[in-house]
């Protein structure tokens, strides 16, 4: 629980830093570019880990690789146009939903208690989606939007579809990661990060964008080296449970995300979205019990 839990917290710090930084550069090449720096570091662990080569396990990484892919750009886009306290959450019940219902499927039988810790855990990921009411929850709103899109069309809404395109993608990279064998190692997260290379450099070529984000540099670091402690820490943790509960401890990151958000950006919380915080807290909990 450990693993899946730093998981969370690196992706959704991650993706606060994603989401800042695209908003002053290009979501799609600041996305190709940590995940550039994310496969240069692994290139370098992925030897060190006494595992074997083997090709199935590049292959599933492959796969998980170019659902990442779609999940890390649409995310970086619906958190530069959208409010970060909406668009993580709603991007996080797709990437929650689709493993667990796959590992519940596929003969996962978790403990009743742990059950319960995953029907309120989807259920706090539900009421982070949930939009703030009118009145004063809206004027605040409304100024976290401009600050979102730089004064431009409040973009709460706008990201909402992006987020959820991105959960799909989210939830795919979960599931076929999941399937690399138990002693593959680092290679299967070697094999989605060349792929998700290979994928978001790609569009970035296509659409004439500069690979790196001007004025960035930092911050992709940042975001890559984030992002591979979370890889890693995901691989590892569904070596050692169940992979509808490590999915879904992992697909709490928005929580990471909303409260730095609100920190730092002053973004407010609606009362719902307080709920569903402290929803994942008991989740957290119940599924620790079981």
Known sequence: ????????????????VGGVTG????????????QAVGLAVLVVLAP?????LRLADLGWGAGAGLGAAVG????????????????????????ASIPVLFGLV??????????????????????LCLFPGDGEGRAADGAADGMADGGRTPGR????????????????YFVLLGHAGHDAGLWPLLGSRGASVLALGSVVLLT????????AGRDVVVIGALDVAANVSYLLATRRGLLSIVALLASLYPAATV????????????????????????????????
């Open 157 to 172: 809404r706008a990201g909402l579809l992006t987020g959820l395109a991105s959960g799909a993608g989210f939830g795919a």
């Open 72 to 95: 890390v750009a649409l995310l970086f886009h619906g958190l530069a146009v959208g409010q970060m306290s909406v668009v993580a959450p709603v991007t996080a019940v797709g990437g």
């Open 259 to 290: 409260l730095l958000a609100r920190v730092l950006l002053r973004e407010r919380l609606s009362p719902t979205q307080l709920v569903g915080l402290v929803g994942a807290g008991g989740a957290i909990v119940l599924i620790a019990l079981g």
């Open 1 to 16: 629980m450990a693993l899946a839990l730093t998981a969370a917290v690196a992706w959704g710090a991650a993706d606060y």
């Open 208 to 215: 004439g964008q500069s690979p790196v984000p001007a004025g």
């Open 106 to 127: 596929a003969g996962d039988r978790p403990a009743t208690t742990a059950l319960a810790g995953v029907v309120l855990a989807l259920s706090a990921v539900a009421l």
């Open 23 to 34: 908003r002053r550069a290009s979501p799609v090449s600041v996305a190709f570019a940590s």
């Open 48 to 52: 060190l880990a006494p595992a074997p």
